[in-house]
C-alpha cells in the first residue's frame, strides 16, 4: 500500500540535495504534499515559494509559528490537530 506524505518540514540547505529540490520532487509524486521551509536564511523565501510550498518558517522555530502554519496549509489534512 503506498502510503503518501501530508506534511514535509524541509530545511532549505540540506547536504547533497537542496530543500528546494527535494520539494520539487516531493510535489511530482504528490502536488498535494504541504511542503514546509525551515530556514535561517529569509532570502530564500521568494525561491521556497515558487515551488509551491505550503509554508515558510525563519529560525529559530518557534511552536506557536508553527500551529499557525499549520492552520493555513495549502491542502488541508484530515484529523490534524493544532493545539495550544
Known amino acids: 500500500m503506498k502510503q ?3 506534511i514535509a518540514f524541509l530545511d532549505i540547505e540540506l547536504g547533497r540535495i537542496s530543500g528546494l529540490d527535494l ?3 516531493l510535489l ?12 535561517a536564511f529569509s532570502n530564500y523565501a ?4 515558487q ?3 505550503s ?6 522555530i518557534e511552536a506557536d ?4 502554519t499549520l492552520q493555513y496549509l ?5 484529523g490534524l490537530i493544532v493545539g495550544k
Open 4 to 6: 503518501l506524505i501530508h
Open 23 to 25: 520539494s520539487r520532487e
Open 28 to 39: 511530482q509524486i504528490n502536488p498535494f504534499t504541504n511542503v514546509i521551509f525551515l530556514t
Open 46 to 49: 521568494l525561491d521556497a515559494w
Open 51 to 53: 515551488t509551491g510550498a
Open 55 to 60: 509554508g515558510f518558517l525563519l529560525k529559530p
Open 65 to 68: 509559528k508553527v500551529r499557525e
Open 74 to 78: 495549502r491542502y488541508p489534512v484530515n
